[in-house]
């Protein structure tokens, strides 16, 4: 069973490989000093292809893929993620890779907050034009991170359905394919607003949204200040936040094969971008949330850096592999869902977004 891990850092990617989820070979830096906020395993038709969503300060932002673990790349000539001529909007970063429920459908999440559709396997991309020109885009604000769709959720199985989410706007969902698009935030609140405005029906500060295919109406969100559990694919949400120690975090992660686990990083908020106590832990809850369990085994004492929205992920495999990254550029793996913990890299720069996947048999 070979495994294919993704690290993006802000100089570079860096891949992972592994017969056996122990012993791991490390190349790179791929895409060397540039910025790499978001990575894909997709192992879809057959075939795994590995994208990295690449941001030159001198060339600006690039998808890239690669059909042989990384060892060449290709990319669209003249970028690939580009608005329109005439569009009032500059790609910046591409803060997310999604692949869609259809083979060769894959989606681009954007800084400014855009959201572009590809149906060549993220050979060329287009705007989703309705996202761009909802009118609640000029009033959505930004997290101290910068305005961007870090969030793409296709709908496993509906083509037409996709959820999206934004810091700081809150959620959306198309159900008409991208015709047109809803905010879904009923119940998150925004602490951060004046007292008595806390729950507008966007502009919310969502970190990260999760979903298991196999249980699509259910969502979860990691919030600036919040963690929640949808049953209704985002028409209402309830907090999910009593056990934690902290409610502030940026990613949330679905076990792949049990829809009601699911893991977070918990950080101490605006008392202190690191783990409460400075003790690197992972939280998981067995029950969608009800309660949750420290998971620390392995894992440093002291501990005081961040794990950022897309820096955390499972492998789909069975038992589940999980890999979070850090902003002190360490890596770590757990291969018995979250039971121990080890590192597999260390001294990298600081760490962005952490993707892995078992290669596809073909």
């Known amino acids: 069973m070979a495994t294919t891990v993704m690290i993006g850092t802000r100089k570079g990617l860096w891949v992972g490989r592994s017969e056996d989820r122990d012993d791991w070979s490390l190349s790179g830096p791929h895409h060397d000093m540039e910025e790499v906020y978001s990575c894909l395993v997709d192992t879809r038709g057959g075939r795994t292809r590995l994208f990295a969503g690449a941001s030159s300060p001198w060339l600006g932002p690039q998808v890239r893929w ?51 559709r590809s149906v060549d396997h993220g050979e060329t991309f287009t705007l989703e034009q309705a996202l761009w020109d909802h009118p609640h885009r000029p009033e959505w604000g930004e997290g101290f991170g910068g305005q961007a769709f870090h969030t793409v959720l296709p709908h496993p199985t509906d083509p037409s359905s996709v959820t999206a989410a934004l810091s700081t706007g809150g959620v959306y969902r198309t159900t008409d394919g991208g015709a047109s698009w809803e905010p ?59 056990g934690l120690p902290s409610d502030f975090g940026f990613p949330i992660v679905v076990h792949p094969h049990q829809p009601d686990t699911i893991y977070v990083f918990p950080l101490g908020g605006g008392d202190g971008r690191y783990p409460p106590e400075g003790r690197a832990r992972v939280w998981r809850s067995r029950d969608a949330g009800e ?48 039971g121990s913990w080890r590192e597999i890299a260390r001294d990298l720069p600081d760490v962005m977004s952490v993707r892995a996947g078992v290669d596809a048999a073909g």
């Open 291 to 338: 309660s949750w369990e420290p998971l620390d085994r392995g894992l440093p004492e002291q501990f005081y850096v961040a794990v950022m929205r897309d820096a955390f992920c499972t492998d789909g495999a069975d038992p589940a592999g999980l890999y979070f990254g850090a902003r002190n550029g360490s890596v770590w793996a757990s291969t018995d869902e979250g």
């Open 184 to 242: 879904r935030n009923q119940g998150i609140r925004a602490d951060f607003l004046p007292e008595g405005q806390q729950l507008p029906e966007f502009g919310q500060c969502v970190h990260k949204v999760a979903r298991h295919p196999s249980r699509p109406e259910r969502l979860y969100a990691q919030n600036h200040g919040g963690v929640y559990r949808s049953d209704d694919e985002g028409g209402s949400w309830t907090s999910i936040a009593d």
């Open 66 to 116: 690669s059909d042989d673990h990384g060892a060449t790349w290709q990319e669209t000539a003249g970028g690939g993620v580009r608005f329109p001529e005439g569009s009032d909007g500059t790609v910046e970063r591409i803060w997310q890779l999604a692949p869609g429920a259809e083979d060769g459908v894959v989606y681009a999440g954007t800084e400014p907050g855009a959201v572009f």
